[in-house]
Every structure is written in C-alpha cells, then in structure tokens.
C-alpha cells in the first residue's frame, strides 16, 4: 500500500497541494500534521509509522515534509526500512527502494542539512549584527514590570494560587511561575 505524509508548519498554510499530489502518486492514505518539522512528536507521522507494513510504500511531496534535520529524517527513513517499507519523495524524485535511490537520498538529504544550517548561520549573523547596532529582537514581555509587581504581591500577601493569577493576567502559567 502506498502510504502519504504531509505536513505544514502552521495553520496558515494549506496541505490541499500536497494532499492533491500524494493522491495523484496513487497514495491509498493521507497522514497529515500541522505542526513544525522541528517538533519531535507529530501524531500523524507517529500513527503512519505504527500502521506501517512489509512491502508498504511511504510517499512525500519533498523530504523535507517528513523531517528538518539529516539525522531526523535517516532516523525515520531507517525506522520506514526496517519495517520492510520503502520511502519515495516525489519533489525530489527519490525512491529507496533501489540501491541507486538510496545514494541519492543520502547526497540529497546531506545537502539539505547544509542548506539549514547555512540559514542558521546567516540568521545568527544577522542578529548578532543587529545587536551591535543597538537593535534588541524578540518578543515583548507578556508582563509590564507593574504587572510583575502585582503578580508577586498577590502570590506573596493574597496567597492567590499561580492558575487563577495567570487567568486574571491572561498569561500561561508558566510565565506566572517565572515571576515568582
């Protein structure tokens, strides 16, 4: 059977392009997260792995759908060889069910590597050059140091428990828990 995998990083995208194209690869069913390639745990991909039987076929539009780093993804072709399964990337046109596509897959899947980790650099460089500029990235605290203030006061003197200080703030409660 072939199986398809297809993954967006967040809810604004759409996997009806992928879905379309592990349809038209003859892919019998669709696993689909929505969820970022870094995250270990996609139930989906977890669930597909499960379902997986000898001689099944599992399909992707690119390879980098299926994992963001070479060791993740050779980790999960590995675990789809090991079942007797064979993994095939349409955008990359590689099947590793033949000795010659599994060369491929390795040279393909190591250059993908290089290209994250260049972008990681350039980012780095970016920030960094950025920071001696004066310029400070990141997100705004979720709490003014006022708030900070009150959120201790309320734990220290009202003895409020750190759920309902976090509903009243509208915060999680781990960013009470750093707080205090």
């Known amino acids: 059977m072939i199986l398809g995998y297809a993954r967006v990083s967040t809810r604004d995208q759409n996997l009806d392009g992928q879905r379309d194209a592990l349809a038209a690869a003859g892919a019998g069913r669709i696993f689909a997260d929505t969820i970022t390639g870094t995250a270990r745990v996609r139930p989906e991909l977890d669930r597909l792995l499960t379902e997986l039987r000898h001689g099944d076929v599992v399909v992707v539009t690119k390879y980098d759908r299926l994992a963001r780093s070479l060791k993740d993804l050779l980790e999960i072709v590995d675990l789809i060889q090991t079942r007797g399964a064979g993994f095939r990337s349409l955008g990359e046109d590689i099947d590793t069910t033949s000795p010659a596509g599994r060369l491929v897959f390795h040279v393909f899947a190591s250059i993908a590597q290089f290209e994250r980790e260049r972008i990681m650099e350039r980012t780095k460089e970016g920030l960094e050059a ?26 220290d003197e009202e003895h409020r428990p750190i759920p309902e200080i976090a509903a009243l703030f509208k915060v999680s409660e781990k960013t009470i828990r750093r707080v205090v």
Request: glycine share 12%.
């Open 130 to 155: 950025a920071r001696k500029r004066g310029r400070v990235g990141g997100r705004p605290p979720a709490l003014s140091p006022a708030q900070k203030a009150e959120v201790k006061r309320m734990r």
